[in-house]
């Protein structure tokens, strides 16, 4: 179904048939490049690889293998991580950078691992620094989602402002609701599972082994995805939210993402110092743009970052090869863009229950973009995502090879 692609393209305007593509593809030496985009393993909260493993540990695993003192700042989004710029700070110490490379930390909901990448982009475009590191890390092992906070009475009187606390699902099936989609659709998304190998790095972590007491483990794969799984198997769950809609909901455990625990990092860099250091280029950072909606229905936010930053770029959106869009839930998302599923296969860290999006989502998007661009061999990636409390993001990013 094509509803996410025509709104954005009426959104968008593009009925010009110039496209800037050419442009973009020139090679300046003071481009924004990635030359490394990497995730651990997404796995189950509460049951998963890791489980028993802390926040900050997840941060020293992927880290570049480039000498740290020229990295000029770190950036790492997280959400739920509480004295999150404490375990930040001390975990790029202990992963071997020196004290002299700053971090900083940012908290943009399911974006924050977005705005990472596009806080060094920015960086290192204004001459600020050379080499930075955008992470993206949450643990909702440890640092369980438990909804929004209380309101004060003036705030929480306008009704659109107390929608902003209120629980995703009741959001996704809002959305269901009002655009038409149906539970066939979602479950039809749901089942679509894919190519993720090769944007996956090992993590050792702690496992508590009740018989062997606390032991190192090396985690390498995904836990959340099911082969086999089809729109018929899953066809058979029930609503988990009939509360929130008419006719029972639509919105099932299959069709939503699970709480998830993971990692992802990107490095950038100038492209005359990826060339001087002699490390690939993955990729050319272009734009992030952002849009606020209604919180009610946040999960078409994505309609509407996209066409800003497609506009911001000076591209329209057949020159698009490869979209990467973090579902959190089907209904959001029925018309499949993510051509190898996302979130909803291995978990948008994010709780299933309560539906919140978490940071590692955008830093994550764009290690599996990338790969999958590549392995297409197209040229134009968009990632993009909802926010919660009524918000979108979209990234354009530029392939190399």
């Given at each position: 179904m094509n509803r996410v692609k025509q709104l954005a393209t009426h959104l968008a305007g593009n009925t010009s048939t110039d496209s800037n593509v050419g442009a973009l593809e020139e090679k300046r030496p003071d481009d924004?490049?990635?030359?490394?985009?990497?995730?651990?393993?997404?796995?189950?909260?509460?049951?998963?690889?890791?489980?028993?493993?802390?926040?900050?540990?997840?941060?020293?695993?992927?880290?570049?293998s480039i000498d740290p003192s020229i990295v000029g700042d770190i950036c790492v989004g997280t959400v739920l991580t509480t004295d999150a710029m404490y375990h930040a700070r001390g975990a790029a110490l202990a992963a071997g950078?020196?004290?002299?490379?700053?971090?900083?930390?940012?908290?943009?909901?399911?974006?924050?691992?977005?705005?990472?990448?596009?806080?060094?982009?920015?960086?290192?475009?204004?001459?600020?620094?050379?080499?930075g590191l955008a992470v993206g890390v949450e643990s909702m092992s440890e640092n369980p989602e438990n909804g929004g906070p209380p309101q004060s009475d003036l705030i929480s009187t306008n009704p659109p402002s107390a929608d902003c606390c209120k629980r995703m699902a009741w959001t996704s099936e809002n959305v269901a609701s009002d655009f038409g989609i149906t539970r066939e659709e979602q479950d039809a998304f749901a089942a679509t599972n894919g190519y993720f190998a090769e944007e996956i790095v090992p993590?050792?972590?702690?496992?508590?082994?009740?018989?062997?007491?606390?032991?190192?483990?090396?985690?390498?794969?995904?836990?959340?995805?099911?082969?086999?799984?089809?729109?018929?198997?899953?066809?058979?769950?029930?609503?988990?939210?009939?509360?929130?809609?008419?006719?029972?909901?639509?919105?099932?455990?299959?069709?939503?993402?699970?709480?998830?625990?993971?990692?992802?990092?990107v490095l950038l860099m100038s492209r005359r110092k990826a060339e001087e250091l002699g490390l690939t280029i993955l990729g050319k950072y272009l734009s992030v743009a952002l849009a606020g909606v209604p919180p009610r229905v946040m999960g078409i936010g994505p309609v509407y970052a996209i066409p800003t930053a497609l506009k911001n770029c000076g591209i329209r959106i057949s020159d698009v090869d490869l979209f990467e869009v973090n579902?959190?839930?089907?209904s959001q998302c029925v018309y499949v863009v993510n051509v190898n599923g996302g979130a909803i296969a291995f978990g948008h860290p994010l709780d299933k229950c309560n539906n919140w999006p978490i940071r590692n989502t955008g830093t994550r998007q764009i290690a599996t973009g990338l790969h999958e661009l590549r392995r297409r061999r197209g040229k134009i990636l968009v990632t993009t995502m909802c926010i919660g409390g009524g918000m979108g993001a979209a990234g354009v990013f530029l392939g190399e090879y």
């Open positions: 924004v490049v990635i030359t490394m985009a990497i995730r651990s393993p997404l796995c189950k909260a509460n049951k998963g690889g890791f489980k028993d493993a802390r926040y900050d540990s997840y941060i020293i695993s992927p880290f570049p950078f020196p004290d002299t490379v700053p971090v900083q930390c940012i908290n943009r909901f399911c974006a924050s691992g977005l705005m990472a990448v596009s806080t060094i982009a920015n960086q290192i475009k204004v001459g600020q620094i050379e080499v993590f050792t972590v702690y496992r508590n082994d009740p018989s062997q007491g606390r032991q190192r483990v090396i985690i390498s794969k995904d836990d959340g995805t099911r082969a086999g799984v089809t729109k018929e198997s899953l066809a058979k769950l029930k609503p988990a939210f009939p509360q929130w809609a008419q006719g029972g909901g639509t919105t099932t455990v299959a069709n939503a993402c699970q709480v998830t625990d993971g990692a992802s990092a579902e959190a839930f089907a």
